[in-house]
């Protein structure tokens, strides 16, 4: 499956922004999907996941309470809103799947993941 994640800008400090991930398997409705960011001279961290039922997700920490991930399954798309973002969430943000067969599972390591789309660049100003 193919990725594409985008909706990314340049914002300030305490907007939002809706990141969008499509798939281009029409039946992404069997991959459990993650978000990940990487900022310049960090490692890849985990931000969120969402189980391919929907009904399970999984937050990092840093930005919980600020975030939520979501998906529409007919539209082979999955979301991150994020909310209230600080210059500390600037990075290049990816989305990633990997096909399960459980529908109630979400995982967080980026090794877990077979697929990645090209990230989408995010820059808040202070």
């Known amino acids: 499956v193919q990725l594409q994640a985008y909706g990314g800008g340049l914002v300030q400090a305490g907007d939002s922004l809706r990141l969008s991930c499509v798939a281009s398997?029409?039946?992404?409705?069997?991959?459990?999907v993650g978000w990940f960011r990487q900022a310049p001279g960090k490692e890849r961290e985990f931000i969120a996941a969402?189980?391919?039922?929907?009904?399970?997700?999984n937050y990092a920490d840093s930005m919980k309470g600020r975030i939520s991930i979501s998906r529409d399954n007919a539209k082979n798309m999955v979301y991150l809103q994020m909310n209230s973002l600080k210059p500390e969430d600037t990075a290049a943000y990816y989305c990633?799947?990997?096909?399960?067969?459980?529908?109630?599972?979400?995982?967080?390591?980026?090794?877990?993941?077979?697929?990645w789309g090209q990230g989408t660049l995010v820059t808040v100003s202070s």
């Open positions: 990633a799947a990997v096909a399960v067969s459980s529908w109630n599972i979400v995982l967080r390591f980026g090794h877990q993941y077979d697929y």
């Open positions: 398997d029409p039946t992404s409705r069997k991959y459990l």
């Open positions: 969402i189980s391919k039922s929907g009904l399970m997700t």
